[in-house]
């Protein structure tokens, strides 16, 4: 006959002192693992909204970033021109040969130096790329020195204000607008005119990179194919969404096992913990589990009882290190892990999925953190019990 979970609520409720510290202790370990996760989420949730699926980035082989890629001209030329570029309203191919580069720039927050990513883009980036939208002022002019900025790294970057004038490359650029990107990386960067760029940032004849729209998304094999087999062109074509998430890998692999590491080493602790918070409600129980056995109940009663218990407890740590740490959710940073090394800023976003995994966490460190106390309470003799007390 099992013992009813009142029974388990009202003994928690009786130690509240004790069942406190081990709540708190949970609890603790559940924030810092959903912290944790959040950050990994938004992060790789960043670079993901970055791109089309239907799109590809056509990049030199083996490079590991835009910054190191090359794509000539002339190779541009021919691309563009294949039967597999959709073609936009004015006729002419879909498609965003793109220069990049990388300027050091103040943080608002500490005066400190930071990489941010300045791309020189055509006024065909906008029906190439999805999802930009002018939040404040316009776009820039091809030809002039203008040039628009992400919002989120317009947040972070000192003097990244509408209609102030910034110095790129020995050259005074005016900041003409402020767009988004759906909270993609794009949001992290600074754009202007390529044409115009080309020359400051010294790279004529050619383009880091190439973003093409394809016209069918199932094309993009054989579109990859293609380019690789020419002898004259070192380049290839990549998912454009796929290219950036892969830009992720470094960053969210440190972070996974940052989340590993830590979670095991404090949850190590928390079911020591737990483990000595039963271990003690044990021994001060020691007769009423003799007067339970006297009464009929049987042992694997008093185990799951006790387990039971632990359990409670720990979901009560979880729920409230959920809580706690609920307030980061859309919290604003940036890491500057990436291949080209410049800053993307991103949000931490705390989804069901990372609420649910930080409560199995916190069931699992109840069930191993009571078990062997319940083992304990459970094998007590009747009679010896009884006798303690």
């Given at each position: 006959m099992p013992l009813p979970i009142s029974y388990n609520v009202r003994n928690v409720r009786t130690r509240w002192q004790v069942s406190l510290l081990a709540v708190i202790g949970i609890g603790l370990v559940v924030t810092v693992f959903v912290a944790l996760m959040a950050m990994r989420t938004g992060f790789t949730l960043a670079l993901r909204a970055t791109g089309e699926p239907g799109n590809a980035m056509v990049v030199q082989r083996g490079s590991a970033s835009e910054l190191t890629s090359w794509v000539p001209l002339d190779h541009r030329n021919k691309i563009v021109v294949d039967q597999r570029v959709a073609v936009g309203s004015n006729g002419r191919p879909l498609a965003s040969p793109e220069i990049v580069v990388v300027g050091a720039m103040p943080r608002r927050s500490d005066h400190l130096p930071t990489n941010v990513t300045i791309r020189g883009v055509t006024p065909s980036a906008f029906e190439v790329r999805g999802g930009i939208e002018i939040k404040e002022g316009r776009t820039f002019q091809p030809g002039l020195d203008e040039v628009i900025v992400g919002k989120r790294i317009a947040d972070r970057i000192q003097g990244l204000d509408l209609g102030a004038t910034i110095p790129i490359q020995r050259h005074n650029w005016k900041i003409v607008g402020i767009f988004t990107s759906r909270g993609g990386a794009f949001e992290s960067e600074i754009w202007g005119d390529l044409d115009t760029m080309a020359g400051p940032f010294r790279r004529q004849g050619g383009s880091n990179s190439l973003a093409v729209r394809l016209k069918d998304a199932s094309t993009l094999e054989s579109f990859d194919r293609w380019i690789r087999d020419d002898p004259e062109m070192q380049l290839q074509a990549?998912?454009?969404?796929?290219?950036?998430?892969?830009?992720?890998?470094?960053?969210?692999?440190?972070?996974?096992?940052?989340?590993?590491?830590?979670?095991?080493?404090?949850?190590?602790?928390?079911?020591?913990?737990?483990?000595?918070?039963?271990?003690?409600?044990?021994?001060?129980?020691?007769?009423?589990?003799?007067?339970?056995?006297?009464?009929?109940?049987?042992?694997?009663?008093?185990?799951?009882?006790?387990?039971?218990?632990?359990?409670?407890?720990?979901?009560?740590?979880?729920?409230?290190?959920?809580?706690?740490?609920?307030?980061?959710?859309?919290?604003?940073?940036a890491s500057g892990q990436t291949p080209s090394f410049s800053e993307v800023a991103f949000a931490f976003q705390i989804t069901p999925d990372i609420l649910a995994r930080g409560l199995v966490f916190a069931t699992a460190m109840g069930f191993f953190g009571g078990l062997l106390p319940a083992l304990r309470g459970a094998k007590l003799p009747i009679t010896s019990a009884l006798r303690e007390a």
């Open positions: 990549v998912q454009e969404r796929k290219y950036y998430e892969d830009q992720a890998g470094g960053l969210s692999a440190t972070l996974l096992f940052l989340v590993g590491f830590v979670s095991l080493t404090m949850g190590v602790g928390a079911v020591f913990g737990a483990m000595n918070t039963m271990y003690a409600i044990v021994a001060a129980r020691t007769r009423e589990i003799g007067t339970l056995r006297a009464l009929g109940f049987s042992r694997r009663s008093i185990l799951f009882s006790f387990v039971m218990e632990s359990v409670i407890l720990a979901l009560a740590g979880g729920l409230f290190g959920c809580l706690l740490a609920f307030p980061i959710n859309g919290f604003s940073t």
